[in-house]
């Protein structure tokens, strides 16, 4: 199976198999350094993008449905005038 997803700087993600909330703060060829928190400690890991899933893009998915806004916009059609 091949997840072709990228990620930047800023993104919620989390491991596909579980776990907490993770902030990527760089990204290196197919990886993303992430930090989060467990407790109070401070944890941080590299993780390869295929084993990352973006949860900021699920919950701004999320709360655009809850608003009403569509999640694609369709076409524009340009009227020719004469």
Known sequence: MQH???FEAGDVVRLRSGGPPMVVRAVS???????WYAGIGLHQGT????????????R??????????????????SAASP
């Open 4 to 6: 072709d997803e990228q």
């Open 29 to 35: 060829g197919d990886s993303a350094y992430c930090q």
């Open 47 to 58: 993780f390869l993008f295929s084993s990352l899933s973006d949860i900021s893009r699920e």
């Open 60 to 77: 701004r998915a999320a709360q655009r449905a809850s608003q009403g806004i569509p999640t694609q916009s369709p076409p524009q059609e």
